[in-house]
């Protein structure tokens, strides 16, 4: 959608065709959770009207690619119809992992990756399901499991791993989702993975778990990743990795193709190699860059910041940059900050009489942690209060030389990490010359 309206910028009189096999157009994945946990309707996750598409010249086209033919410069549909393309870009996304646990083809085997799915538990919700387990260490599995609490269900969650989103989330963090997951009534297994998932009369009946647990439910969400959606692509002889891989101006190794969204693997400067992603943002902005590069701007697509904010089981995550638990560089030069609280991060007060009597409180549902690298701050995963989210996005994201502060972040509390970050913020955005934050030319 970006890319064609990017392209539509560029060209008022170019013909643009938006091929898509869900019958719908374009909706929010991200909002998906919303309309499974009934906080809006699944009208309200519609990003564009089909008036809008009309209005812009879009033409928007129910169908199947089912091949592509570079060297004609066509593409087939599933019925054999043949569209020739100039400049044709691949944004097929990427594709919820099916279960491969004995028993996942049964009736109830239930995935979040689309409005169709959504809409498939619902009507499982409204014809009588009442227990679930779901299965996933990621966010999918959290949504899914708080979810289908919301919707009266008793569930029960897996995680193979000791914590909760281990890929990102320290001890403590986890424990502070994890107290809000138990207050929605959902009931956590810790190191259990589905051995096996029972059926009767072809529908899911129960789970058997590898330690032997016996769960009668009705329903099994499976989060357990998603895959890039490559076969178009391979099939048509075009360079596949674990996506498809692109290079800086977001073309594939064949001419005239372009590949952008989930389903491309692009030069990630932050980590230096080429990396899937599967985030919205990032999405957005490669669409972008594919559409004014389709055509002949010539634009190079640099990622920006990792950067995703959810909110699981209430509690607001944000995590930026290199934040997750696996992030360590081979010589261990990271140091990691961590600050808790309880409260709001401009306040920070320890709350007088209660439970949370110091601001390092491990109870506390506030937590800011930052990963230091040399002079800069690498990464930020924020739990709750998100006043400083935005300063550290700019401070993470433009890699600013923080070595003024460090001694101070290092031995703040809470109060005045707060202050000391958004004081430094503050004026580093007065600053009038700012230097590029990569080498230019990656
Ligand atoms: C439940 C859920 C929650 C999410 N939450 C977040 C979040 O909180 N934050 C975040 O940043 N990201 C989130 N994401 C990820 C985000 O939605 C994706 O990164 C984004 O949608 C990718 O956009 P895309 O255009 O590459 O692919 P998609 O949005 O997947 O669109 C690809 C489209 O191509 C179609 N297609 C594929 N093959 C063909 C074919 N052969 N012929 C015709 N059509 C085809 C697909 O059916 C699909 O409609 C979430 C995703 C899901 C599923």
């Not at 977001?250 to 400067?269: C, K, R, Y």
């Not at 190699?273 to 634009?299: K, Q, T």
């Not at 993470?396 to 001694?407: Q, Y």
Request: charged fraction near 20%; aromatic fraction near 8%; proline fraction near 5%.
């Amino acid at each position: 959608m970006t890319a064609a309206e990017e392209i539509r910028r560029h060209d008022p009189f170019a013909s643009i065709t938006i091929i898509t096999d869900e019958p719908y157009p374009m909706y929010s994945r991200p909002g998906l959770a919303y309309v499974l946990m009934g906080e809006i309707p699944d009208s309200r996750i519609f990003c564009r009207t089909r008036e809008y598409y009309a209005e812009r010249g879009l033409e928007l086209m129910f169908a199947r690619v089912a091949a592509i033919h570079p060297d004609r410069q066509v593409i087939e549909l599933a019925d054999g119809k043949l569209l020739p393309y100039d400049a044709l870009l691949l944004a097929t996304g990427a594709t919820a992992v099916p279960a491969t646990f004995p028993g996942s083809q049964l009736d109830g085997v239930v995935y979040l990756d689309t409005l169709k799915n959504v809409q498939d538990i619902l009507r499982r919700v409204q014809t009588g399901a009442r227990t679930a387990v779901v299965v996933g260490g990621g966010i999918t599995a959290m949504e899914m499991a708080e979810g289908l609490a919301h919707r009266g269900l008793t569930v029960h969650y897996l995680l193979r791993k000791k914590t909760i989103w281990s890929a990102l989330l320290t001890n403590d963090e986890s424990q502070i989702i994890e107290s809000h997951a138990r207050m929605t009534g959902i009931h956590i297994h810790y190191n259990e993975e589905i051995a096996e998932i029972i059926g009767a009369h072809g529908c899911v009946s129960a789970v058997k778990t590898t330690s032997g647990q016996f769960i009668p439910c009705d329903l099994v969400g499976a989060g357990i990743g998603v895959r890039p959606n490559v076969m178009l692509g391979k099939n048509a002889g075009l360079r596949i990795d674990r996506g498809i891989v692109v290079n800086e101006f977001l073309e594939t190794s064949a001419p005239n193709i372009f590949a952008a969204g989930d389903a491309a693997q692009v030069f990630d400067h932050w980590s230096g190699e080429y990396r899937v992603d599967d985030l919205w943002p990032s999405a957005i902005a490669a669409g972008r860059m594919a559409g004014a590069n389709m055509v002949g701007a010539r634009a190079a697509y640099i990622k920006d910041v990792p950067f995703n904010a959810a909110l699981i089981f209430g509690v607001h995550v944000t995590s930026i940059g290199q934040a997750g638990t696996g992030n360590r560089s081979a010589d261990d030069e990271n140091e990691t900050l961590q600050y808790q609280s309880r409260g709001s991060s401009e306040v920070w007060w320890a709350r007088p009489g209660g439970p949370y009597t110091s601001a390092w409180s491990h109870k506390g549902d506030n937590s800011i942690r930052l990963v230091l690298r040399g002079n800069q701050i690498a990464g930020a995963l924020i739990l709750g209060v998100q006043d400083i989210t935005d300063p550290l996005r700019d401070l993470v994201g433009n890699r600013i030389d923080i070595s003024s502060i460090r001694s101070q972040l290092q031995n703040t509390n809470n109060a005045s990490l707060s202050q000391t970050l958004r004081g430094f913020w503050e004026r580093w955005r007065r600053t009038p010359v700012r230097l590029p934050a990569y080498p230019l030319g990656v």
